[in-house]
């Protein structure tokens, strides 16, 4: 049994974590409500869920028409109602017209900027049982932390590289990873970077204040799926596991100070389109309530992990990740979209042309690996990773890349004074 494993079964003394294990998932009664908030979790006062779910909830994309999505195309100004239409199956035929759209409301508003940047693993050890992430407290993997120096030492082989925005990331777990911990590492990243963003377990707004003090600019949360039911049967325990902490997660961090919040659902976990409309409009609704906020979405699909028996995705093809992608341009132009190294190297490519603003390259999703990984040296102390990816291009690759397909790369336009 590893070390986390017995870190989250030291609660329940005589049960093993097989068996523990076992009774989460063939047992729902024992599991505690994911709508009751835990001890310590704030609460705050808002009607944006309420909101996007009544609309997630109502939305039968089998109604829309080819008529409908005509008329969506034809509108200057995409309403909910022609988002719902552009992802409706009704408009698939109309792929290329939607890119068509979709790449003039990029040019209008981003030119042909692509922003790079590169995600930085501090530690995989997480206290969550979620079905479907390698890093999982049940999956049999190596856990890491990395100390100031190892963290200080992997910034220096990013930075030497040429990023200067980086996005930290850690397993979901307080005792392993607290928030002072990740303070320190973003002091330490703001001596490296020029933006810092965080993609860590959900924390109150105070702590969102603490860290933003500490040098961080952005926050990414993941809801995996908007659909409270679905996303019940997939975290099964843990602080991840209370749906709408999780939700309100990027309001807590625009209340914390955060210059901008990032958006996602987890394509493939439920229904996509969906998800899709549930996390576009997520944005859509805090963006007409903190306007001065920075906001983008993400839109991962599921990837193979380390010994992965419990999930069965529905499928999300490329095409239809087009689709998604488009729609998110059309609804809301002025919203960053990034495209990670989930996705293979022809489409990363080709949607940096049409509606994507922002791509990942250097990516390593181990734990204190960047040295070995873009260097050539070995270090068999490296934790494992998260996820495969499909796009290993270095920094150096991708600039060159994205420089030959006639587009800018931008490292950094923000300018502190």
């Given amino acids: 049994m590893s070390e986390n494993q017995f870190f989250v079964d030291s609660d329940r003394l005589g049960e093993t974590a097989l068996a523990k294990k076992h009774r989460l998932e063939n047992d729902p009664s024992s599991r505690t409500d994911h709508m009751k908030y835990m001890p310590g979790m704030e609460q705050i006062s808002s009607d944006i869920r309420d909101k996007v779910l009544r609309e997630m909830d109502s939305y039968e994309y089998g109604q829309y028409t080819e008529a409908d999505v005509k008329r969506a195309l034809a509108h200057e100004t995409c309403s ?11 408009a698939a035929p109309y792929l290329e017209e939607m890119a068509a759209r979709a790449k003039l409301e990029t040019s209008r508003h981003f030119g042909n900027t692509v922003y790079l940047f590169t995600p930085l693993y501090i530690a995989n050890y997480c206290e969550n049982y979620c ?8 999956n049999d993997i190596k856990r890491k932390k990395l100390n100031m120096q190892e963290i200080e030492k992997e910034m220096k082989v990013i930075a030497d590289s040429g990023i200067e925005e980086i996005l930290m990331l850690t397993g979901e777990s307080r005792s392993k990873s607290d928030v002072r911990y990740i303070g320190e590492a973003c002091r330490l990243a703001a001596r490296y970077f020029r933006n810092v963003g965080l993609e860590i377990y959900p924390v109150n707004s105070d702590e969102y204040r603490y860290l933003h003090m500490c040098g961080a600019d952005y926050v990414t949360v993941f809801q995996e799926t908007y659909d409270s039911d679905k996303y019940e049967t997939l975290h099964l325990l843990g602080h991840k596991r209370i749906y709408p902490y999780r939700f309100d997660a990027q309001e807590r961090a625009i209340l914390g100070g955060m210059r901008g919040v990032g958006f996602s659902a987890l394509l493939g976990l439920a229904d996509f389109r969906k998800d899709a409309l549930a996390s576009a409009l997520h944005v859509y609704y805090l963006q007409r309530k903190y306007p001065h906020a920075e906001y983008s979405l993400s839109c991962p699909r599921l990837r193979p992990i380390i010994n992965n028996d419990k999930i069965n995705p529905q499928d999300v093809h490329e ?3 087009c689709q998604v992608l488009c729609a998110y341009r059309i609804f809301l132009p002025y919203v960053g979209i990034t495209v990670s190294s989930r996705e293979q190297k022809h489409f990363r490519d080709g949607i940096v042309k049409i509606a994507a603003t922002k791509i990942s390259a250097g990516v390593s999703t181990g734990i204190g690996d960047h040295e070995s990984k873009y260097e050539g040296k070995e270090d068999a102390d490296a934790g494992d990773e998260q996820f495969e990816i499909s796009d290993g ?3 150096d690759e991708m600039y060159r890349d994205m420089s030959e397909e006639g587009l800018q790369p931008v490292l950094n336009d923000y300018v502190y004074v």
Avoid: I, Q
Wanted: with cysteine; glycine share 4%.
């Fill in 393 to 395: 291009r270095s920094f």
């Fill in 80 to 90: 909910v109602e022609d988002f719902k239409a552009l992802l409706s199956p009704a």
């Fill in 319 to 321: 095409k239809e990740l």
């Fill in 131 to 138: 079905v479907y992430c390698g890093f999982n407290c049940y």
